[in-house]
């Protein structure tokens, strides 16, 4: 472990009732960096993201954000501390504005914060939700209500965002769209955690990434060095 990392597992071990889910996980993500979790479905990978929330029972490791230890910590009191999160699928709240699903980005917000400056930040990402600020988010596409969720998670301005697998589900000029906007977020110099089935698209992006399979991490590296990797070349990369 590394003093000066954003993010850090420590042989992190979860369970869902009886059943052990992770086990022993290890992850450190530096300020500024862009790290990917691949894996395929049922891997753990969203697991993950809910132990870092404290959204499941951490029976042996610890969790530290900024060198604070925030194992087993209430999901907001992580959030204030400067992590948003980007979840699976499109959630957006149907019945609210754009502006107002953007508004639930930063509800925790002390009142002396520009939220002018927040709303244009967004904007600038994704120009097509500011022409359609009043609009029901339940009415946008596919795509646009996507693009919603990323925004929401950007209001807050967090210093490290997660993305839970943002590519399913999206036609692939879509996806690849969406990757472009996560590499600027990652080149303002927000630290991205990224979690992904789409291995080859992930690391064209990442400047590390960690495989998991069956709750444990099977290889770590620059994308070169996984791909160079037999075992996941063979298994994530379909080359023999
Ligand atoms: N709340 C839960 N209770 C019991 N088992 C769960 C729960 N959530 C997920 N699981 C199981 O844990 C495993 C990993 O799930 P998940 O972390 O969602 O995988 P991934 O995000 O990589 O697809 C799966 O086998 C899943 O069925
Ligand atoms: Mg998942």
Redesign the pocket.
């Known amino acids: 472990m590394n003093n000066s990392d954003q993010l850090v597992l420590n042989e992190v071990s979860t369970v ?2 009886r ?1 052990r ?1 992770l086990d022993k996980v290890s992850i450190r993500v530096a300020p500024g960096e862009c790290v990917s979790l691949l ?12 132990a870092i929330l404290g959204l ?1 029972t951490i029976v042996e490791g610890e969790i530290l954000f900024e060198g604070e230890e925030i194992t087993g910590n209430p999901t907001y009191g992580t959030i204030r501390s400067g992590v948003s999160i980007v979840p ?1 699928g499109k959630r957006v709240f149907p019945k609210m504005t754009v502006h107002e699903n953007l508004l639930m980005g930063a509800f925790k917000e002390p009142k002396s914060v520009n939220l002018d400056e927040r709303f244009e930040k967004v904007f600038e990402h994704f120009p097509r939700l500011a022409e359609r600020k009043q609009q029901l988010a339940g009415t946008l596409s596919g795509g646009e209500q996507s693009m919603l969720t990323i925004g929401r998670g950007l209001m807050g301005d967090p210093r490290l965002i997660i993305f ?2 943002p590519s399913l589900g999206l036609a692939p000029v879509l996806v690849q769209q969406t990757f472009e906007i996560i590499r600027k977020i990652n080149e303002g110099g927000t630290t991205v955690f990224l ?1 992904e ?1 789409n291995a080859y698209m992930t690391l064209e992006i990442s400047h590390r990434g960690y495989f ?1 399979q069956k ?1 444990q991490i099977i290889a770590g590296g620059t994308p070169e060095e996984l791909k160079r990797m037999d075992t996941i070349r063979k298994a994530y990369f379909g080359e023999a």
Not at 39 to 50: D, E, M, Q, Y
């Open positions: 869902y009732g059943n889910m894996g395929s479905n049922g891997a753990g990978k969203s697991t993950v993201i809910k499941v699976e839970d697998e979690v089935q998991l709750g």
